[in-house]
């Protein structure tokens, strides 16, 4: 029972370097999303997705891109690394469109960018 | 708009004491409204959730959490800590904006549990 996996666990950059943070669910959800985590701010949505080949911006989508091929992988790219995206990323899955249906999220990618 | 305020950013309790962590909440309609728990370099895992069912609600682990509709709060509360309980607590409302779910996240409360 995998529910939401993130890959790789950890990574550390130099700055200008390029990355993609795979996450793969396997519970056939429709909606996917990618957050940052920094100290003291919460989670705050970086892009998301309402299904298969569709994705949107979220609150703080510079500086990264997302990929939806398919329905259980969601990719989240960093073009050229900067020291402000040093953060923790978190990807998150939901069966519905309905607020009231919780989001569930993998162990998280931690990234350190030098 | 909505937002969360979680009251304390730290709290600290003995093995075996009431815990009882604090949450307001801001919202034009009916909120719904989660607790989230983040153990040490692991993701968020779902405590609790309240939907405008019973507003006391009942997770995970012992805890639970009401809803007061006047005070605009949702505490969460487990009467007897465990060591295992350390960990960061998240209150969160959730809303709907221009085609998908919108999680505002209180900034967080790390519970630490003494023996």
């Known amino acids: 029972n995998a529910g939401v996996t993130q890959t790789p666990k950890f990574r550390v950059l130099k700055t200008g370097q390029s990355m993609t943070l795979l996450c793969a669910q396997d519970m056939n959800h429709e909606y996917m999303y990618w957050y940052r985590q920094d100290p003291g701010m919460g989670l705050r949505l970086i892009h998301y997705s309402v299904g298969e080949g569709t994705t949107a911006k979220g609150e703080v989508p510079d500086g990264y891109n997302v990929s939806r091929l398919k329905k259980q992988n969601f990719l989240l790219g960093l073009e050229s690394a900067a020291p402000s995206q040093t953060s923790v990323y978190f990807c998150?899955?939901?069966?519905?469109?309905?607020?009231?249906?919780?989001?569930?999220f993998g162990d998280g990618t931690r990234l350190s960018i030098l | 708009a909505q937002s969360v305020t979680q009251l304390d950013s730290h709290v600290s309790v003995s093995e075996g004491t009431p815990v009882l962590l604090r949450c307001n909440y801001s919202s034009s309609y009916s909120p719904s409204l989660f607790w989230y728990v983040q153990h040490p370099n692991k993701g968020l895992q779902l405590l609790l959730k309240?939907?405008?069912?019973?507003?006391l609600v009942k997770g995970i682990n012992g805890f639970e959490a009401e809803f007061k509709k006047s005070e605009t709060s949702f505490h969460l509360t487990k009467p007897s800590a465990h060591m295992s309980d350390a960990a960061e607590y998240f209150c969160v409302v959730s809303g709907w904006n221009t085609g998908f779910q919108k999680l505002v996240f209180g900034t967080g409360t790390r519970l630490l549990v003494s023996p």
């Open positions: 998150a899955s939901s069966s519905a469109d309905r607020v009231n249906q919780p989001q569930h």
């Open positions: 309240y939907t405008s069912a019973a507003t």
